[in-house]
């Protein structure tokens, strides 16, 4: 058994909740920067762009799969969960990655598809070709594909059943997602501990978390419906149970695409505790809905409801990432007014959701990506930003599947985008060259020399954000308004009162979805007589009356995060 203290190495600081101030950062390893020139990024190039990283203000990267793979997923389809995919590099640089992250105390969460392998993984091959040897019952083989008719099928644009017959094995295997990815037999002891093993070798490598793929389907029975079901909760209470006693400071993320209450049993209890963090499904889709309906009531309600989570866990809040805009966490109703919206051409739908990226999304409105990263950075939870996106990069949905929206980053208005010195035809998939997002236009370079580039705009805002830890770690009340356009909350922090030395706070956060300028009342009884001060330019606003009612006016698709500061001087001194 390995043990390694809670601080991993130079350079990162010393705070067991990192994750809750973080910022993070999904960049797919093969979009992002090619050194070598053979077409596909790699963890060279990475290194290369952790400066502009810091920079923007980034804490901790999200690296979606990098093992060994035949990349028909992705990555999410590992043939080798200990190799590194030779396009991206080795091991080595792996382990330089790290140590260069960590000099820049910028964490690494490495994605972790554990629920199922690729059948060219050799654990599958083994399985298929000897039921008798080791890995005979590594997947969940059946005679015939009548067991859990009653589980769903995922991906519904490619796949008619969870079963698939294996002409080598001569039976049925089970599988989640693509029938090229059987799942793993999480019943069989061997593949639990084999599981652990594979946790072990990159937390060992220094990796600061996992983000748990696809966490609802470790296990099935005839019973539940495959999603979360005791079993797995149980696994997860034991894999947090090892990272805690081996790996302390390490954190695990769940992917579980459910609804609030669901999602927030990843989070496990105080007793026993499972994930340190889960994405937050439900909220994501809303926020799409209230920019085109212009109400605020939907996002109001599930914010409302949010479920209480356990001291020291944190929701992940996305816009976007490297999959589709799902929409399985909506009504039908709300569905198809969002297909409408954001999907009026049927290639930009995949599955239960939209593969597009955010700016297209948006019809490249600035108020919108500024009003959508308003909400991004200040509601409860740590803001998990996509590649790319700081930038406003566009999208080709002529691509199939996913690669839409996962082209490479674009640098610069030179060759490639500055991603590659590669033939252009040799890249991975071609560079963005719409009307509107060409590369010429959306890049990096041109960004960096525009002062109120959507990219420096997307910089300060994180950089208010991180000055005030309230953001992070504070709670949340949704306050009510008149205006059924505008949502309000404020969140609120004790201060920590530890070495951080982080002062107590009150913000207020308001946001206008009405596509015209509106003026709107809301209520605070518990702010009455209380001064408000813009966080940006710290200029003053109208103050909280002796109710608590504070009116304001917004342009159009406009926000404010307002510093609630002390009683008016001339009513302090009554
Ligand atoms: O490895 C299979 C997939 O695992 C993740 O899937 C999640 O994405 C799906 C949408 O593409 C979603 O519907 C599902 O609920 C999720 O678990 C991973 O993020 C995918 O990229 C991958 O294909
Ligand atoms: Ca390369």
Redesign the pocket.
């Known amino acids: 058994m390995s043990f390694t203290a809670p601080i991993q190495s130079p350079g990162l600081s010393l705070d067991p909740e990192w994750y809750r101030r973080s910022v993070f950062y999904e960049v797919m390893i093969r979009s992002f920067v090619d050194s070598n020139g053979d077409g596909f990024g790699d963890i060279a190039g990475l290194i290369s762009k952790l400066d502009y990283l810091q920079w923007l203000g980034i804490d901790a990267l999200w690296l979606p799969p990098f093992f060994q793979s035949p990349l028909r997923?992705?990555g999410?389809d590992v043939s080798d969960f200990k190799a590194v995919l030779p396009d991206y590099g080795t091991v080595e640089e792996f382990r330089e990655l790290v140590t260069k992250a960590h000099e820049r105390n910028m964490r690494i969460i490495m994605d972790f598809?554990l629920n199922?392998t690729s059948d060219q993984h050799e654990w599958f091959q083994q399985s298929r070709a000897d039921p008798e040897g080791p890995y005979g019952d590594y997947y969940v083989w059946a005679d015939d594909d009548e067991k859990y008719e009653n589980i769903r099928i995922?991906f519904v644009d490619t796949e008619e059943s969870n079963w698939t017959f294996d002409p080598v094995r001569r039976q049925f295997f089970w599988h989640r997602?693509f029938s090229h990815?059987p799942d793993l037999n999480f019943e069989n002891p061997a593949v639990q501990e084999a599981v652990f093993d594979v946790c072990r070798f990159w937390l060992d490598m220094g990796v600061d978390g996992l983000r748990l793929?696809?966490i609802p389907y470790l296990f099935e029975s005839e019973e539940g419906n495959g999603e979360g079901e005791p079993k797995t909760h149980e696994y997860i209470v034991r894999l947090r149970a090892m990272i805690d006693n081996e790996y302390p400071g390490r954190m695990l993320v769940a992917?579980a695409?459910q609804w609030p209450r669901e999602v927030a049993a990843f989070f496990g209890t105080e007793e026993e505790p499972e994930c340190h963090m889960a994405f937050d499904f439900p909220v994501m889709p809303r926020i799409f809905y209230s920019l085109r309906s212009q109400r605020a009531d939907e996002l109001m309600r599930v914010l409302s409801e949010t479920t209480d989570i356990p001291p020291g866990a944190a929701w992940g809040v996305f816009l976007r990432n490297?999959?589709?805009l799902?929409l399985?966490m909506v009504s039908e109703e709300y569905r198809q007014a969002m297909y409408g919206w954001y999907a009026y051409d049927p290639r930009m739908r995949s599955?239960i959701?939209i593969r597009r990226r955010l700016a297209p999304l948006l019809d490249n409105s600035r108020a919108e990506l500024e009003l959508a990263h308003a909400l991004l950075f200040s509601l409860p939870g740590s803001p998990f930003l996509y590649y790319g996106d700081e930038i406003g990069m566009g999208d080709n949905i002529w691509l199939p599947d996913?690669d839409s929206s996962r082209t490479p980053m674009q640098w610069t208005p030179d060759r490639n985008a500055g991603f590659s010195t590669a033939d252009p035809g040799k890249l991975y998939l071609p560079v963005v060259q719409s009307l509107v997002y060409n590369y010429n236009l959306v890049n990096v370079e041109s960004q960096l020399a525009q002062s109120r580039s959507l990219l420096h705009w997307v910089r300060n805002v994180i950089h208010v954000r991180k000055a005030h830890p309230t953001f992070g770690l504070g709670t949340m009340k949704v306050l009510s308004s008149d205006h059924e356009s505008v949502l309000s909350f404020v969140r609120s922090y004790e201060g920590s009162g530890d070495y951080l030395g982080d002062a107590p706070e009150d913000v207020l956060c308001v946001f206008s979805f009405s596509h015209n300028p509106v003026t709107a009342t809301i209520e605070a009884p518990e702010f009455a007589g209380r001064r408000l001060f813009d966080l940006f330019g710290h200029g003053e606003f109208p103050s909280f009356d002796d109710e608590g009612r504070v009116t304001l006016t917004f342009g159009t698709q406009a926000f404010y995060w307002l510093h609630v500061g002390q009683r008016t001087e001339q009513e302090q001194g009554r």
Do not use: L, S
Request: net charge negative.
């Open positions: 997923d992705g999410y598809p199922h995922i997602f990815q793929d696809a992917e695409n490297h999959d589709e799902t399985e599955n959701g996913r």
